[in-house]
RNA sequence: GCGGCUGUAGUGUAGUGGUUAGCACUUGGGCCUUCCAAGCCUACGACCCGGGUUCGAAUCCCGGCAGCCGCACCA
């Protein structure tokens, strides 16, 4: 319900469209349209703002989409993304291979390529748990396979399913580069690609979307200090362990979470980043930690982020903070027999990897379904930084005095804030479009404005108006932000 | 991917074999209007796509695509 009303506005407005609409679309890609363009950036200007001013040796660098295959032999994404399942050939029902033959033969199927899985089914007789058809195993990666070049020189690539693995390959001259200092952080902003089976829940699983990570490499003997860490000691973090499963989320001092420094000290700027820097209501918010059976692969400690979407049916991964230990670079070490190894006075070692992880796309669906609110008058109570628009310019009546004076005001603050100009229909009917969309303030040039150089200047959650200086306007909005 | 339900302007809908495919809101233009979706005039705009049945299909049938629900999948 309150999903298919901001969908609504997303469409109508200009925040998303479904991809290739003309042609009907596709499941699982979006295109983000002007209003959705503008607040992507806004958050992501954000995240920027927040996560890489925490040290002075956090950088942000840009990396390709597409890698060759090594890059994920190493990882381990080939293997583990790449699931033999066996289809029904009437039904065309689908089961994991590995568990049907562990489970009716009581035999490992590790290691078995495809002919032996198919093997071990024909020659067992294994059928359609479903329906009793003949099953035959074909693999399914969740990464897009790409050939590049032609002929006999095609090098087999994949379109990276997270943008970690660029930091990663980046390390290497990036720390030298950097001058050989730990911990240095590595953030991209950038796209990552899973050839989801059936994407579903409108916005919140993706084909193609947008990631924002940041890479901390650090040396794993000092996981148990960080240098700020006395500032946040007492900061209490919202959590949701695994002992606490089916009971209420706990608000814990960081000190006394048993945790390693390092990871806490993160965690508190994760939860600033969502309470501080975007405002969000204290309660929407928790930390959640996966068992054995959820966690990646390659997590040491994983804890997800997540807040609580009505449209989504509840608490939503935002991300995660993911211990990756040394897992990646020693991955890379040994396929691409490049040292890895970094020398920090005189001690010799893999850095260990934390990993800060955001979905951006769902950051963004989060923060409308937050924001929406739909009673006598449907309004998005964005996060002001991250609203399409900050403020809006009117003229009270469409008279030319009145609208010459109003392009002067629009001309001013342009240069100082993301600022529309609207001056068709009533003015109601104007702040109304403008709450529909987030914009946190409309100006409103009338004839008092013409003999005095004031302003009405209304607020969008309050709906309250105040009569400012146009000399004191940009001061007065700054302050606001 | 399987099963069930669904698909008409941007949105919500009317239309169940022959309609110039109707209405409301929205949007563009105009009039009016001194602060919260007022009113009047006017314009733009749709049968998801493909095939079949039929003299004739938005309507019936098949396939595709998309959406919702359930199952499976979700590093």
């Given at each position: 319900?309150?999903?298919?009303?901001?969908?609504?506005?997303?469409?109508?407005?200009?925040?998303?469209?479904?991809?290739?609409?003309?042609?009907?679309?596709?499941?699982?890609?979006?295109?983000?349209?002007?209003?959705?363009?503008?607040?992507?950036?806004?958050?992501?200007?954000?995240?920027?703002?927040?996560?890489?001013?925490?040290?002075?040796?956090?950088?942000?660098?840009?990396?390709?989409?597409?890698?060759?295959?090594?890059?994920?032999?190493?990882?381990?994404?080939?293997?583990?993304?790449?699931?033999?399942?066996?289809?029904?050939?009437?039904?065309?029902?689908?089961?994991?291979?590995?568990?049907?033959?562990?489970?009716?033969?009581?035999?490992?199927?590790?290691?078995?390529?495809?002919?032996?899985?198919?093997?071990?089914?024909?020659?067992?007789?294994?059928?359609?748990?479903?329906?009793?058809?003949?099953?035959?195993?074909?693999?399914?990666?969740?990464?897009?396979?790409?050939?590049?070049?032609?002929?006999?020189?095609?090098?087999?690539?994949?379109?990276?399913?997270?943008?970690?693995?660029?930091?990663?390959?980046?390390?290497?001259?990036?720390?030298?580069?950097?001058?050989?200092?730990?911990?240095?952080?590595?953030?991209?902003?950038?796209?990552?690609?899973?050839n989801e089976i059936s994407p579903r829940q409108g916005f919140y699983r993706l084909r193609e979307f947008h990631q924002a990570e940041l890479q901390i490499f650090f040396d794993p003997d000092k996981v148990n200090e960080?240098?700020?860490?006395?500032?946040?000691?007492?900061?209490?973090?919202?959590?949701?362990?695994?002992?606490?499963?089916?009971?209420?989320?706990?608000?814990?001092?960081?000190?006394?979470?048993?945790l390693p420094k390092f990871y806490l000290y993160y965690m508190v700027k994760i939860q600033d980043f969502y309470l501080e820097t975007l405002k969000l209501p204290r309660e929407m918010f928790r930390f959640r930690e996966?068992?054995?059976?959820?966690?990646?692969?390659?997590?040491?400690?994983?804890?997800?982020?997540?807040?609580?979407?009505?449209?989504?049916?509840?608490?939503?991964?935002?991300?995660?903070?993911?211990?990756?230990?040394?897992?990646?670079?020693?991955?890379?070490?040994?396929?691409?027999?490049?040292?890895?190894?970094?020398?920090?006075?005189?001690?010799?070692?893999?850095?260990?990897?934390?990993?800060?992880?955001?979905?951006g796309d769902r950051n963004l669906w989060a923060l409308l379904d937050l924001g929406y609110e739909k009673e006598e008058r449907t309004v998005l109570k964005l996060p002001k930084n991250v609203a399409p628009y900050y403020?809006?310019?009117?003229?009270?009546?469409?008279?030319?005095?009145?609208?010459?004076?109003?392009?002067?005001?629009?001309?001013?603050?342009?240069?100082?804030?993301?600022?529309?100009?609207?001056?068709?229909?009533?003015?109601?009917?104007?702040?109304?479009?403008?709450?529909?969309?987030?914009?946190?303030?409309?100006?409103?040039?009338?004839?008092?404005?013409?003999?005095?150089?004031?302003?009405?200047?209304?607020?969008?959650?309050?709906?309250?108006?105040?009569?400012?200086?146009?000399?004191?306007?940009?001061?007065?909005?700054?302050?606001?932000?």
């Amino acid at each position: 319900m309150k999903s298919e009303e901001i969908m609504d506005i997303c469409m109508r407005r200009g925040f998303l469209f479904p991809s290739a609409e003309i042609y009907r679309g596709v499941a699982g890609l979006w295109d983000y349209g002007p209003l959705g363009t503008r607040m992507k950036n806004s958050w992501e200007n954000l995240w920027r703002k927040h996560f890489l001013s925490l040290s002075p040796n956090f950088h942000e660098i840009s990396t390709t989409n597409i890698l060759p295959r090594e890059v994920f032999e190493a990882s381990g994404h080939l293997e583990s993304f790449n699931d033999a399942l066996a289809e029904c050939s009437s039904c065309h029902s689908r089961f994991k291979a590995d568990q049907l033959i562990e489970e009716n033969l009581k035999i490992s199927s590790e290691g078995m390529n495809l002919e032996e899985i198919n093997k071990a089914i024909k020659d067992n007789n294994l059928n359609c748990p479903q329906c009793g058809g003949d099953l035959s195993a074909k693999f399914f990666n969740l990464m897009f396979r790409l050939e590049l070049g032609a002929g006999e020189s095609i090098k087999e690539a994949y379109l990276r399913p997270e943008t970690a693995q660029g930091a990663y390959l980046a390390f290497k001259r990036s720390f030298k580069t950097l001058r050989n200092k730990l911990p240095l952080g590595l953030a991209i902003i950038g796209k990552a690609f899973r050839n989801e089976i059936s994407p579903r829940q409108g916005f919140y699983r993706l084909r193609e979307f947008h990631q924002a990570e940041l890479q901390i490499f650090f040396d794993p003997d000092k996981v148990n200090e960080h240098e700020d860490f006395e500032s946040v000691k007492d900061k209490k973090l919202r959590i949701y362990s695994i002992e606490d499963r089916g009971k209420n989320i706990r608000e814990v001092k960081c000190k006394d979470l048993d945790l390693p420094k390092f990871y806490l000290y993160y965690m508190v700027k994760i939860q600033d980043f969502y309470l501080e820097t975007l405002k969000l209501p204290r309660e929407m918010f928790r930390f959640r930690e996966l068992d054995e059976k959820e966690k990646a692969f390659y997590n040491k400690i994983h804890w997800d982020f997540e807040l609580n979407i009505e449209s989504l049916g509840g608490f939503k991964e935002m991300g995660g903070i993911h211990y990756r230990t040394d897992h990646d670079l020693s991955g890379h070490q040994k396929l691409s027999k490049e040292n890895l190894m970094i020398n920090v006075d005189g001690k010799k070692f893999i850095p260990h990897v934390l990993e800060l992880s955001f979905g951006g796309d769902r950051n963004l669906w989060a923060l409308l379904d937050l924001g929406y609110e739909k009673e006598e008058r449907t309004v998005l109570k964005l996060p002001k930084n991250v609203a399409p628009y900050y403020c809006a310019v009117f003229p009270l009546m469409k008279k030319e005095e009145l609208i010459k004076k109003a392009k002067e005001v629009y001309k001013l603050l342009s240069n100082e804030f993301s600022i529309m100009y609207d001056d068709t229909g009533s003015i109601g009917k104007r702040y109304r479009r403008q709450d529909e969309i987030g914009t946190p303030y409309c100006i409103t040039i009338d004839y008092d404005t013409l003999d005095d150089d004031t302003v009405t200047l209304r607020d969008r959650d309050s709906m309250e108006q105040e009569r400012v200086r146009i000399d004191k306007i940009i001061e007065i909005l700054n302050e606001k932000v």
